[in-house]
């Protein structure tokens, strides 16, 4: 049994999520999370502050993968563990990439279907 789990100590702010963004990552409530935080220990509350959630402990939890969380919560970070903050700081960059880049402007769903299916527009813009 572990004493005292060892989430997201030390406390690490890449490794920790926002509540809001756990239960939109997982496609559950708000309150669904707060209550994974207690029932499954994946994330804690720093200095009374609001529920922050470990991205790993969440991966595993979503994986049903008991003993890498068991592993997590018992202070290991290598071995099985390690995998789950690889794929969180790949998602983490996938996030980053994909908020610094532009997004393309969408056509009117009127103007695109009337094109019919392979044609590819190209918009042109002043940098190009």
């Known amino acids: 049994m572990i004493d005292e789990p060892k989430v997201l100590i030390p406390y690490n702010k890449q490794e920790a999520i926002s509540v809001r963004i756990a239960a939109a990552m997982c496609g559950v409530s708000e309150s669904t999370v707060r209550t994974?935080?207690?029932?499954h220990n994946?994330?804690?509350?720093?200095a009374g502050g609001p529920w922050q959630v470990s991205k790993p402990a969440i991966l595993m939890?979503?994986?049903g993968d008991a003993e890498a969380l068991r592993?997590?919560?018992?202070?290991?970070?290598?071995?099985?563990?390690?995998?789950y903050f690889r794929r969180a700081e790949a998602a983490r960059r996938a996030?980053?990439?994909c908020a610094q880049t532009p997004q393309s402007p969408q056509l009117p769903q009127s103007a695109s279907g009337a094109l019919g299916s392979g044609v590819t527009i190209v918009r042109r813009t002043s940098e190009d």
Do not use: H, M, S, T
Request: glycine letters at 10%; aromatic letters at 8%; proline letters at 0%.
């Open 95 to 97: 996030e980053l990439q």
């Open 71 to 83: 592993q997590y919560q018992a202070g290991e970070r290598a071995g099985r563990v390690a995998e």
């Open 36 to 39: 994974w935080c207690e029932k």
């Open 42 to 46: 994946i994330g804690r509350r720093v």
């Open 61 to 63: 939890l979503l994986d």
